[in-house]
């Protein structure tokens, strides 16, 4: 007697296996040259030429090939993530692997060429497993809970993307093929790809069914498992590295891809699916059958226009599914929630009630050497010299119009970008957040490239002008979808997160558009580079005036720490208060980002180290942050500006490399608090 | 608002001093119509077109941004560029400070690099700004040529530029009967450029409407890939599989790297298409081909040397 469950899991596997076939033969119709379904299928019975066969049987097939196990693996990788971490988001994106695997990648192409042409795969891999090893050893090795993992994760992501960036910069040429890379494609020529993933993926997806069992145990909390026997730590490790060998193997063949591994499982679990013998499978099924449909629908598009990047179309079918997950899960359990784990109650650095004056004569003495640090005829001792008055015309211009206007600027915006996260922090509950995970950034970038694709000769203050309407649109957008939830932090942070995919998406489609006329890396990496005594002015007059309103509110966003329940007993209006917090948060995070362009370290860094200094209150840390965040980008453009002089690293790029060691400093701390 | 102002300043100036030469001339930019006055002859290059533009018109640069790589590839260009022309940094980050040292009285650019700059880099100097893909049907040739001559009307050297376009236009007319000689004259040609990507080879093809397409249809050839979806930038970046359409051509591929070339010709495709097969296939020196005046001229050199 068959009961209804397993009644619907074989209904499940059939209509799967039967959709994969479908997208299969979809999938192949499609290419660089005219073979369409008819050649394909007629090189496979027999009666097609010799190239027509080749081109089925050498390019398409492999492809097809490459695509359904890129899909399995990341299915199921995601499958695993969400089950061990116990949480509905979980993607085996922030294990690092990808930003791990593009850096061995760059680095190899443009240092050792040789020994990429010799092996890409396996270097790549390589590369995206030694990133993991070393997200795992920052969180803590044996102690790592799942947030200090996401933490660690979004650390090293963020260093090795601004190493990438970096080399990227100093190479324009190979810049281009390698960004292509990065937006994710199928494309193979011959059976290489295919013949390195198939025993990994095979080997994996068989190892995951004989666990399965142990699977289904770890969904349960960790008491229940032990008390049935199970060795957690082990099963846990144990899927850490299934999941890092899949990925390791999906990125190394075809690119960074995204969403697969959050929305098929999901949609295996909608359809009541839950154990993990039929989870597994069927999330392969489903995984395969969504990147095949992904893949074609970007190769459709041929005839109109360029293909879109595989990686933008696979995001701009998962956000919309975060966005829904977002709405309908509400409360996230488990990782995402921790308040303030990288406070650190301990001893004080210093007396926090001296901290603003120290930081803020610090603030000046790094302006003062900002203006006078330079390579060229103008060097320090002749910058100085123009404070005084003297009569030395080009060592005026240089220091008064070029170099000020920068170090102005970037004082400004590192406090906007500071303050705006320690707000954004307070409210969303969340010490990862800053305004890059509310849209702010992605919306800028957005707007951006499009005016620079439909008007490339606009003005500059055009161009800023459409960053800060970009970022008031896309935050706009995900408040106005969060009222409904009363700003509840956890469906913000979906809701941010889901915005910021799609602005990713549309942002991949349009530098891969532009990828030949236009040199999108400089609008996409934030700096200070060029900007006049305008950009200078507009951010004293704003964030001067906006910090005060942070520092005052901060006495209600305080009160914010505490649940909702305990802060509206008290008297706060709950709602309204995290609506102003976001408010000013969004409103200084748009103005820097539209004269700077994104700068992700630092809204998530500098109030960090601003807590250490600080005293317990809110307020001192708004002060704090921002003279910190100041301090921190104009010492960032600084060294930007003279390290690889006569060229110039972005501030953007600089802050994650030098970023890096102060916040792993910052998680050995907490950890052992 | 200004500018305009200026331009009416410039006319009722010039009609005034009505005697011969005026000292200012208009020059049409991307940004619209541009007043120079005097004769600038301490010009800063932003990109490679523009450094092209100014060593065709037989001067020199006295700053040059992506430096080295211009030398790289132009190190046999015909004037070739100086020891005196000093680094200003990279192309879509030229810096500042460099440039002010250099006290130019113009600085020539491509307006798709300069949306942030511009009123940084007029605050130094006079900066004209040109767009090299200015719409979806634009024969990149005549582009060249067009802005070539707006650069020559800045620098008062008008007279050296139609010097330069006719020594290019003789040099192609030999250059064709020379290769008509050879057997070459009407025969069928596609260009690419070969990169080594991170997974399949890249082929990047050049559409008729492109500099090096001009060329060879200059040359006699005739041009045997046309795709409209690319005719904005006049390139193609595909993969070894979109060779596989073009029939009945020779096929002239520029390596950026050996890995590439290595890479197209291991896929097994490759031993099939038309043009390897019958060995009608040959390679060509690499050059940056989104540029000037000077890389027309020593592709047409290549060419020749190559073919006959």
């Known amino acids: 007697m068959i009961s209804p469950q397993e009644r619907r899991d074989a209904l499940y596997i059939a209509l799967g296996v039967t959709a994969l076939i479908a997208a299969f033969a979809v999938n192949v119709s499609y290419g660089e040259s005219g073979v369409g379904s008819?050649?394909?299928?007629?090189?496979?019975?027999?009666?097609?030429?010799?190239?027509?066969?080749?081109?089925?049987?050498?390019?398409?097939?492999?492809?097809?090939?490459?695509?359904?196990?890129?899909?399995?693996?990341?299915?199921?990788?995601?499958?695993?993530?969400?089950?061990?971490?116990?949480?509905?988001?979980?993607?085996?994106?922030?294990?690092?692997?990808?930003?791990?695997?593009?850096?061995?990648?760059?680095?190899?192409?443009?240092?050792?060429?040789?020994?990429?042409?010799?092996?890409?795969?396996?270097?790549?891999?390589?590369?995206?497993?030694?990133?993991?090893?070393?997200?795992?050893?920052?969180?803590?090795?044996?102690?790592?809970?799942?947030?200090?993992?996401?933490?660690?994760?979004?650390?090293?992501?963020?260093?090795?993307?601004?190493?990438?960036?970096?080399?990227?910069?100093?190479?324009?040429?190979?810049?281009?093929?390698?960004?292509?890379?990065?937006?994710?494609?199928?494309?193979?020529?011959?059976?290489?790809?295919?013949?390195?993933?198939?025993?990994?993926?095979?080997?994996?997806?068989?190892?995951?069914?004989?666990?399965?069992?142990?699977?289904?145990?770890?969904?349960?909390?960790?008491?229940?498992?032990?008390?049935?026997?199970?060795?957690?730590?082990?099963?846990?490790?144990?899927?850490?590295?299934?999941?890092?060998?899949?990925?390791?193997?999906?990125?190394?063949?075809?690119?960074?891809?995204?969403?697969?591994?959050?929305?098929?499982?999901?949609?295996?679990?909608?359809?009541?699916?839950?154990?993990?013998?039929?989870?597994?499978?069927?999330?392969?099924?489903?995984?395969?059958?969504?990147?095949?449909?992904?893949?074609?629908?970007?190769?459709?598009?041929?005839?109109?226009?360029?293909?879109?990047?595989?990686?933008?179309?696979?995001?701009?079918?998962?956000?919309?599914?975060?966005?829904?997950?977002?709405?309908?899960?509400?409360?996230?359990?488990?990782?995402?929630?921790?308040?303030?784990?990288?406070?650190?109650?301990?001893?004080?650095?210093?007396?926090?009630?001296?901290?603003?004056?120290?930081?803020?004569?610090?603030?000046?003495?790094?302006?003062?050497?900002?203006?006078?640090?330079?390579?060229?005829?103008?060097?320090?001792?002749r910058a100085l010299l123009v404070f005084t008055g003297a009569d030395d015309d080009l060592a005026r211009r240089i220091v008064i119009d070029l170099r000020l206007p920068r170090v102005l600027v970037a004082a400004w915006a590192g406090a906007a970008f500071a303050v705006a996260g320690a707000l954004l922090q307070a409210t969303l509950q969340n010490p990862l957040a800053d305004s890059s995970l509310i849209g702010v950034s992605g919306g800028a970038t957005v707007a951006v490239l499009v005016l620079m694709g439909t008007a490339p000769g606009a003005a500059v203050s055009l161009f800023s002008l459409a960053a800060l309407a970009g970022g008031l649109a896309a935050a706009f957008i995900v408040y106005s979808l969060g009222s409904r939830a009363y700003f509840a932090p956890s469906t913000l942070l979906l809701l941010g997160v889901g915005v910021a995919a799609l602005c990713g998406s549309v942002t991949q489609i349009l530098v891969h558009m532009n990828i030949f006329t236009d040199t999108p890396l400089v609008w996409l990496v934030g700096g200070i580079y060029a900007r006049s005594w305008h950009s200078a002015w507009l951010l004293i007059a704003t964030v001067t005036g906006l910090i005060p309103v942070a520092w005052l509110i901060g006495r209600w966003v305080e009160i914010l720490a505490f649940d909702s329940a305990s802060a509206t007993a008290i008297g706060l209006n709950v709602p309204r208060t995290r609506l102003a917090a976001g408010l000013v948060a969004v409103a200084l995070a748009a103005l820097a980002v539209s004269q700077t362009g994104p700068i992700g370290y630092l809204g998530l860094l500098a109030p960090h180290a601003a807590r250490m200094l600080s005293g317990p209150s809110f307020r001192s840390l708004v002060i704090s942050s921002a003279l910190l965040g100041a301090i921190g980008l104009v010492l960032a453009d600084m060294f930007g500006r003279v390290i690889v002089y006569p060229s110039e690293l972005p501030a953007g790029a600089v802050m994650a490399v030098v970023g890096a060691p102060y916040l792993i400093y910052l998680l050995r701390r907490s950890g052992r608090a | 608002m200004s500018l305009s102002r200026r331009a009416l300043c410039a006319y009722a100036g010039a009609w005034i001093c009505a005697s011969g030469s005026s000292s200012a001339v208009e020059v049409r930019d991307a940004a619209g119509l541009r007043t120079i006055s005097g004769k600038p002859r301490r010009i800063v290059a932003l990109d490679a077109r523009h450094t092209d533009n100014v060593l065709a018109l037989g001067l020199q640069p006295v700053g040059v941004a992506g430096l080295n790589s211009y030398r790289k590839f132009m190190a046999d260009a015909e004037p070739p560029l100086g020891h005196s022309a000093a680094d200003v940094g990279s192309?879509?980050?030229?810096?500042?400070?460099?440039?002010?040292?250099?006290?130019?009285?113009?600085?020539?650019?491509?307006?798709?690099?300069?949306?942030?700059?511009?009123?940084?880099?007029?605050?130094?100097?006079?900066?004209?700004?040109?767009?090299?893909?200015?719409?979806?049907?634009?024969?990149?040739?005549?582009?060249?040529?067009?802005?070539?001559?707006?650069?020559?009307?800045?620098?008062?050297?008008?007279?050296?530029?139609?010097?330069?376009?006719?020594?290019?236009?003789?040099?192609?007319?030999?250059?064709?009967?020379?290769?008509?000689?050879?057997?070459?004259?009407?025969?069928?040609?596609?260009?690419?450029?070969?990169?080594?990507?991170?997974?399949?080879?890249?082929?990047?093809?050049?559409?008729?409407?492109?500099?090096?397409?001009?060329?060879?249809?200059?040359?006699?050839?005739?041009?045997?890939?046309?795709?409209?979806?690319?005719?904005?930038?006049?390139?193609?970046?595909?993969?070894?599989?979109?060779?596989?359409?073009?029939?009945?051509?020779?096929?002239?591929?520029?390596?950026?790297?050996?890995?590439?070339?290595?890479?197209?010709?291991?896929a097994p495709l490759w031993r099939k298409l038309d043009f390897v097969r019958e060995r009608r296939l040959y390679e060509v020196p690499y050059r940056v081909m989104f540029s000037g005046p000077l890389t027309a001229q020593a592709f047409a050199r290549d060419l020749v040397r190559l073919l006959r």
């Open chain 1, 38 to 381: 008819t050649g394909f299928t007629r090189a496979i019975i027999g009666g097609a030429d010799e190239l027509t066969r080749e081109i089925a049987l050498g390019f398409r097939a492999p492809r097809a090939l490459i695509g359904a196990l890129a899909g399995a693996a990341l299915a199921v990788s995601g499958a695993l993530m969400q089950s061990v971490l116990r949480n509905p988001i979980a993607s085996p994106g922030i294990l690092g692997v990808s930003s791990g695997a593009f850096l061995a990648l760059a680095a190899g192409t443009i240092l050792a060429p040789e020994l990429i042409e010799a092996a890409a795969l396996p270097l790549t891999m390589l590369g995206g497993m030694l990133a993991a090893a070393l997200v795992y050893l920052l969180a803590g090795a044996r102690r790592a809970t799942p947030l200090r993992t996401v933490l660690a994760g979004l650390i090293v992501g963020l260093t090795l993307d601004g190493l990438t960036d970096t080399l990227l910069l100093l190479n324009e040429n190979q810049a281009r093929s390698l960004i292509i890379w990065s937006g994710g494609s199928l494309t193979q020529t011959g059976w290489t790809g295919v013949r390195f993933a198939f025993p990994w993926v095979i080997g994996c997806l068989a190892l995951t069914l004989v666990l399965a069992r142990q699977f289904d145990l770890a969904v349960l909390d960790g008491e229940t498992a032990r008390a049935l026997g199970q060795r957690t730590e082990w099963l846990i490790g144990g899927a850490i590295v299934i999941v890092l060998l899949l990925t390791g193997v999906t990125v190394a063949t075809v690119g960074p891809v995204g969403f697969i591994g959050l929305v098929a499982p999901q949609l295996v679990k909608l359809a009541g699916i839950r154990r993990h013998r039929i989870l597994i499978p069927a999330s392969a099924l489903t995984g395969a059958t969504l990147l095949l449909l992904a893949d074609a629908v970007s190769r459709s598009l041929n005839p109109i226009t360029q293909s879109p990047p595989l990686g933008a179309v696979t995001a701009m079918m998962g956000a919309p599914c975060l966005i829904w997950l977002a709405v309908k899960v509400g409360r996230a359990r488990g990782s995402f929630h921790a308040a303030g784990s990288l406070s650190v109650s301990a001893a004080r650095l210093v007396d926090w009630r001296a901290t603003p004056v120290v930081l803020a004569i610090a603030l000046i003495a790094v302006m003062l050497l900002a203006c006078t640090l330079g390579l060229g005829a103008v060097g320090p001792a």
């Open chain 2, 91 to 266: 192309q879509s980050t030229p810096n500042l400070e460099v440039i002010l040292q250099l006290h130019p009285d113009l600085i020539l650019g491509s307006i798709r690099n300069m949306q942030r700059s511009r009123p940084m880099l007029e605050a130094i100097a006079p900066t004209l700004g040109f767009d090299p893909y200015p719409d979806d049907h634009a024969d990149l040739y005549d582009v060249m040529v067009e802005t070539f001559r707006s650069v020559a009307t800045a620098l008062s050297r008008e007279a050296e530029a139609r010097a330069f376009l006719d020594r290019l236009e003789d040099q192609f007319s030999a250059a064709k009967a020379a290769l008509a000689a050879s057997g070459f004259a009407g025969r069928r040609v596609a260009l690419a450029t070969v990169y080594s990507g991170p997974t399949a080879a890249q082929v990047a093809i050049f559409n008729d409407n492109s500099l090096p397409a001009r060329v060879l249809k200059r040359l006699g050839f005739e041009y045997a890939y046309a795709d409209e979806r690319f005719r904005h930038v006049g390139l193609h970046a595909s993969t070894v599989e979109a060779l596989s359409d073009i029939r009945d051509t020779t096929f002239l591929y520029m390596p950026l790297n050996a890995q590439g070339v290595r890479g197209m010709m291991e």
